[in-house]
Structure formats: C-alpha cells, structure tokens
C-alpha cells in the first residue's frame, strides 16, 4: 500500500504561483506513475498532469499547458506540480495520485492522497 500527501495549497491571486508536493510513504513511487487532477466545486474530477516513473515522459491536460510543471525526486519520494499564472479557472482541490499503468492519462490510478485545495481570487 501506498499513502500519497498533498501539500502547498493555498489562497492566491490570479497570475500568482503555488507549488505543490505530493509526499509517498508506506511504499516508495517506485515503478509508479503518478498523476495529479483536480476538482471543482459542482464539477467532475479532471486530469490535469503526470510523470512517469523515470521522469522521461510527462502529460498535461490542454489548459495547463505552459504554466504548469510536473516533476519527481524519487530519493525524497515526491511529485511536484509548479503552478505558474494561476487562473481563476484553476481553484479546485488536487489530488495526486499513483499507478502502475503505461498510460498516465487514462489509468487506473491505484492510490490517492485526500487532496489540498488551490484558490485562486481575481
């Protein structure tokens, strides 16, 4: 089993940047991809980011492209997701979430953390 933390949400004003980290313990992400999404209030849960085990291929939801950036550190055991020109748009919470599958942007993800919220004010 593996336990996924959020961390690094938090209130900012449009344009602004959060960074978020997505701690691993019980088990390590080794082997995993990891993913993050998000959701809405009133809104279905979306992908939004994922990068595979070894750093070497990476996704992005159509949105985020160019202002968000998904990255690992496999020895601390954590994913970030830089968030940069933060839209109004953007306020959900994120989860992230590991997998062992090939295809990152279709799962399924085996393991989620609870999620920390991002709100962006205009």
């Known amino acids: 089993q593996v336990q996924l933390v959020e961390s690094g949400g938090g209130l900012v004003q449009a344009g602004g940047s959060l960074r978020l980290s997505c701690a691993a313990s019980g088990r390590t992400f080794s082997g995993y991809g990891v993913g993050w999404f998000r959701q809405a209030p009133g809104k279905e849960r979306e992908f939004v980011s994922a990068?595979?085990?070894?750093?070497?291929?990476?996704y992005y939801t159509d949105s985020v492209k160019g202002r968000f950036t998904i990255s690992r550190d496999n020895v601390k055991n954590t994913v970030y997701l830089q968030m940069n020109n933060l839209k109004p748009e953007d306020t959900a919470v994120y989860y992230c979430?590991?997998?062992?599958?090939?295809?990152?942007?279709?799962?399924?993800?085996?393991?989620w953390g609870p999620g920390t919220q991002v709100t962006v004010s205009s």
């Open positions: 990068v595979s085990w070894r750093g070497i291929r990476t």
């Open positions: 979430a590991a997998t062992t599958r090939y295809d990152l942007d279709k799962g399924p993800y085996d393991y």
